[in-house]
């Protein structure tokens, strides 16, 4: 079993910036366990459903982002500390919305929730106009 807990949301003026992280503990987070696991960040806004924002493979070498973030948000991870991030950059009021952290051994790049074995609680991330 993993554990995954966020941190880092808050209140940012749009334009703003704030970073994110997600760090992995339990009985399999192992440094060698955590590097198999694809690493996804989704977020769920008010009224809708949770969406794909990113995700990153094992080694942190490939990325993939939604559409309405890439170019505003960089995710990373630090295998060696069982965590990974995201950089959010230039943040608008529809970027509002509680972030979730995910982990899966099958999660290869994925845009897909169900892939994901694992959640984390969620951060909330507010953006005022």
């Known amino acids: 079993q993993v554990q995954l807990v966020e941190s880092g949301g808050g209140l940012v003026q749009t334009g703003g910036s704030l970073s994110l992280s997600c760090a992995a503990s339990?009985?399999?987070?192992?440094?060698?366990?955590?590097?198999?696991?694809?690493m996804g960040w989704f977020r769920q806004g008010p009224g809708k459903e949770r969406e794909f924002v990113a995700t990153i493979g094992w080694s942190g070498a490939m990325t993939r982002y939604a559409d309405s973030v890439k170019g505003r948000f960089t995710i990373s991870r630090d295998n060696a500390k069982n965590t990974v991030y995201l950089l959010m950059s230039s943040l608008k009021p529809e970027d509002t919305a509680v972030y979730y952290c995910?982990?899966?051994?099958?999660?290869?790049?994925?845009?897909?929730?169900?892939?994901?074995?694992?959640w984390g609680q969620g951060t909330q991330v507010t953006v005022s106009s």
């Open positions: 339990g009985r399999t987070a192992s440094s060698y366990a955590f590097s198999s696991y694809g």
């Open positions: 995910a982990a899966g051994s099958r999660a290869v790049l994925s845009t897909q929730r169900s892939l994901y074995d694992y």
